[in-house]
């Protein structure tokens, strides 16, 4: 409770998690599966197609990333619908008249999440100083795909379903503790459409903490094995990880270590997400005190939105329109070895710099060493 403008505002506590019970009564309602048709006369909600040939089987999330609120409104304690009334729900979808075969995910809030993580939790509830998977996996950690893997399988096997993706974030750290790789290698063979989403989220160690994320390496890992699985089955798909910027503890130097990272793994994100405060989370505590609460040491906190751009700007760096910004970053950083034409650098120099170099390469003379000098060269003979 909290006196605030003279009247008293009262938190309850949250509602206990739905049993599977419970969840699978909830999920067996009739639904219509589609918008209010006063969306109609708008010509409809494009997003509808994906969620409506989509499976929820799982609520809650114990991987509890700083920055994230879900474990605040749906709980740390995961609890998951039955094999039965995810399958019921499958066969409902394959009977729609514009079923095509396709079952767009069946995730959650964690796609391969089914059971709380351990048994301890069932008893005590989740642990209060601690997190289950980060900054290494806890020890009393529960981990079995057999169940969700079987479940897709089933799934499959339906009449008129062609494909089952898992379109809903994995957690790949959880994945990488499954001493069984069934489940992963089901994964890369069957239920990836192209792209598999993923949530590294950053790649600096100091970053990665303020997020209550794995270390770079976890990732590295998992990246490394998706695509030896992927080459050995013959295919060709890819991973999407998802990126943000501006989180508390980042850094301009550290926007530019995940540039570099980018770079280097030739990934151009189509989207990064810029850090927003979320209700209740300790990464918003960072971003109102510049004090991490889970160790209360200082943090670094970007809140002038010229430097949040300049953030952002770097981890799309191949974008003309933050040429600009790039470059204002790397000069800050005083790393104006990165702007260029070479192939290690980030951005190419103002126009008129590039002219001048065009100019005098044509001419045999350049102020510019290396391999700038070359490329010009090459450019000015095309
Ligand atoms: S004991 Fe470990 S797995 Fe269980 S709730 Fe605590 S941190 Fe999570």
Redesign the pocket.
Known sequence: MEKYDGKLLVQNPPMPPLEREELDRVYALPYMRTYHPSYESAGGVPAIEEVRFSIVHNRGC?GACNFCALAFHQGRTVRSRSRESVIAEAKKITELPDFKGYIHDVGGPTANFREP??D??LKYG??TN???LAPTP?K??KVDHAEYMQMISDIEALPKVKKVFIRSGIRFDYLLQDENDAFFKKLVRDNVSGQLKVAPEHCSAGVLSCMGKPDFSVYQEFRRRFFELTKSMGKEQYLVPYLMSSHPGSTLKDALELALCLKRDHYAPEQVQDFYPTPGTASTVMFRTGINPLDMKPVYVVTEYHEKQLQRALLQFNRPQNAPLVREALRKLHREDLIGTSPECLVRPEKSQTQNVRRNSSRGRSDFKGRCKNTARKRGKR
């Open positions: 114990f993580a351990c301890k939790q989740v642990c601690k997190k289950c806890c009393n950690l």
